[in-house]
């Protein structure tokens, strides 16, 4: 009896030290004393030999709530982990063979299509270098009111060292103004480009597009009616992003040059290419 406490109280605390350290490791540091206390709060339970599961489905659920409460829909993505993971628990915890068969064979063959996106994804991110192109288009992201998000600010970030290292190009800042945007992205990352000193004169505006398509046909009309050549572009994305704009963009007419932006938190980073797994299989699927 006292081996068995044993053993489930010390696979208890693992599964508390895990969850406590993603959560650690992949939050803003604001929130990482909440995810501490939230996960104090069930390290009583590991007292309870026969509570295991209990243990491990609330620390879960706790998890995939909490990352649910960030407005940033990277971490919605990435609670869908956690969530899922104490679904597939009570199924092969408590549910019978046939289920558990269908459960599990469902469960490989879309870990085996998220993988089969993520490796073209990988690749490109790995692969993204520095350009001299004479355009850089950089696609938007959020915006909260008027402040940029935090990936908005590194995509910005990145095509403001490519303008730097190309001092004739031009920057085509892309995106129009979404739901909780008082300002388009491209007006975001304007005066973004304007206080870091970037010349308005190097900086073109396209702030109608409300998707990745959008973006670089809008920019390529922008480079084009501005008397410019869109044949060799550059294109600013976060890393998981650059797959899919690339290939967009060579579908366009355009050979992009993949530039990417520094990465976000790992959990919020994590829900992003899941995301962006679904976004390439759409592409592949329907074109779009």
Known sequence: MKKAFTKTALRGVLVLLLLGAALWFGLP????FAAAGMIALIVPLVIWPRGIYCIVLLALVGMGAFLM????SGYHYAALLPLTAAGLLMVFRFGKRWLKGLVGAVTGLALALVLAAEVPIGYAALTATKSDAPYVIVLGAAVYGQTPSISLRHRSDRAVEHLRANPAALAVLSGGQGEGEDISEAECMRRYLRE???PQSHI???DKSTSTLENLTFSRAVI????????H??????SYHLYRARRMAAGLGMAADGLKSVDGFPI????MYLREALAVWKLWVMGI
């Open 69 to 72: 409460t960030f407005r940033a």
């Open 233 to 238: 572009v550059a294109v600013v994305s976060s």
């Open 29 to 32: 540091s604001g929130s990482r």
């Open 268 to 271: 919020y980073m994590t829900g």
């Open 224 to 231: 084009e009616g501005a008397g410019g050549d869109s044949s």
């Open 204 to 206: 073109l505006l396209e």
């Open 196 to 198: 870091k000193g970037v």
